[in-house]
């Protein structure tokens, strides 16, 4: 079993910056891929950035991409979203889901642990 735990989100101004963090208990997470995602008020949840287990590999959504970096320190078993030039339309709640089969999907339905998420909201 995986627990994840997202901290970090908060209130911020268009152009601001804010960094989540995405805890987790047990050993084996390090060997699990990482995904972000959000969901906004009325919208679908949706596919943020996602890392692989070894770090070597990311992905974006081209609406974050350049903007938002994801990354890992395994020695704390925590994955980062740095989110930098924050927009209004950024504004969600931010999710991190772990999963467990060697894939870096961007599909929240390959997804096998999820956390409880943190909010972000971006005035402008």
Known sequence: QVQLVESGGGLVQAGGSLRLSCA????????????????????????????????????????????????????????FLQMNSLRPEDTAVYSCAAETRGMVPRSQYEYDYWGQGTQVTVSS
């Open 24 to 79: 987790a208990s047990g050993r084996t997470f390090s060997r699990y891929a990482v995904g972000w995602f959000r969901q906004a008020p009325g919208k679908e949840r949706e596919f943020v950035a996602a890392i692989s287990w070894s770090g070597g590999s990311t992905y974006y959504a081209d609406s974050v991409k350049g903007r938002f970096t994801i990354s890992r320190d395994g020695a704390k078993n925590t994955v």
